[in-house]
């Protein structure tokens, strides 16, 4: 508890620090006190972080639906704006001392040149004429005031550095989410399996995995989602966990277009950790009633002549619900070809040592926002794509939405088409 609190209070103080020095640069130098912008701005940096918080904490609060839709928008897509926006500050600071640098040579080479200015004649004084009496001297100022041109230059500066980072910012984070509510692209390829018989050669496995239905991806996300799996007609579609952030109540008339998929194999689905945010024996119950099978820690035979295995995620431990390999794969047979769906990439381990050929997984976005992907790399084998370890090939897709933020940079969302290849064919 005591570690909980000394983070949480290390995370707040950050993000405040980072606020204080976006306001600064967006707000306090490129605006003048008192004005409505600089209030505005003052508002905006107090209140976006509050609809942050909000929609972070929301759902876990219980609160109604249709408040967490409210918040979700700005709140989430302030966290992405925030990180873009910092970074692109970040770099200005070196920007700003050789754009001062120019101005000053600019005003330097175009100021006027002084013409020289004739010594004056003297002029003699009648000895009968007083001398005029001396003018008492005018005290210097205590300071000296910065002058007019030098303020201009650098609210000059200021404003076009802090245009260009918001500028990009909000191009890059507009760019991200047109990519997500855009729909995820179809993503081709070919794994190679020793044990797979001539006849499975060429066998299609659509993978689609983190869909995130939540109050933001709804239900036309979904239909995007079966429309794109169902026109690469594949033999089998595997859901490799992360369906969902919230309950059947909320989110089930999102998920009703699954029913619509279509493989000659059927449809299979294996629980992620955010099922056990959300209520993972429900929605088991739920995508069960949509044609989809579930599988917690079993396996069943592919008529092409492999194992398809599932086992549940490792957050479910905490339910007593987390994977189990024995159950999955402890008794089979080891000349078949074993595919197994999982959605984390981790228990690659555990696949290696019972004998898995290939593990299909989810889980890491392919970092979703960048550069998110080198932190991914610390906690995951793979991040994306196929790699191998022993002898057991590793899948990981990059996901086909998006948690939080509904924004992707660098980490495009995609449905895999895992087509698997015979070396006896």
Known sequence: MVVFLLVLIVVLALLGAVHWYVWRRLVRDVTTRGSLPRRLGTVAVVVLPL???????????????????????????????????????????AVRPLLRRWLDRRAQAEAPTAAP??????????EHVPAAPEEPAEAAPSSV??????????????????????????GTVGYGTYGVLRGPRVKRVTVPLAKVPRSAHGYRI????????????????TQRIVDTINSTQPDLIAIVGDLVDGTVENLGSAAEPLARLRARHGSFFVTGNHEYFSGADAWVDHVRELGLRP?????????????????????????????????ALGDR??????????????????AVRHG?????????????????NYLAELANPTVAGLERYGDTQLYVSRGAGAWGPPVRVGAPSDITLVELASKQA
């Open 51 to 93: 609809l942050s918080f909000a929609a972070l904490g929301s759902a876990r609060a219980g609160a109604p639906f249709v408040l967490q839709q409210v918040v979700a928008w700005p709140g989430f897509l302030w966290l992405a704006l925030l990180l873009y926006v910092t970074l692109a500050l970040a770099v200005g600071e």
């Open 117 to 126: 200015v004739a010594a004056p004649v003297p002029v003699p004084v009648p």
């Open 145 to 170: 005031a910065t002058p007019p041109a030098e303020v201009s230059r650098r609210l000059f500066v200021s404003r076009v550095v802090g245009g260009a980072a918001a500028a990009a910012a909000v």
């Open 206 to 221: 659509a993978v689609v995995s983190d869909i995130h239905l939540g109050p933001i991806l709804g239900r036309a996300h």
């Open 295 to 327: 599988l917690r820690n079993e396996r069943v035979e592919i008529g092409a002549g492999f194992d398809l295995a599932g086992v549940d995620d490792i957050a479910g431990e905490s339910e007593g619900q987390g994977p189990d390999f024995g159950r």
């Open 333 to 350: 047979d080891r000349a078949r070809a074993a595919v197994l769906l999982a959605h984390q990439p981790i228990v690659v381990h555990d």
């Open 356 to 372: 898995v050929d290939l593990q299909l997984s989810g889980h890491t976005h392919g970092g979703q926002l960048w550069p998110g």
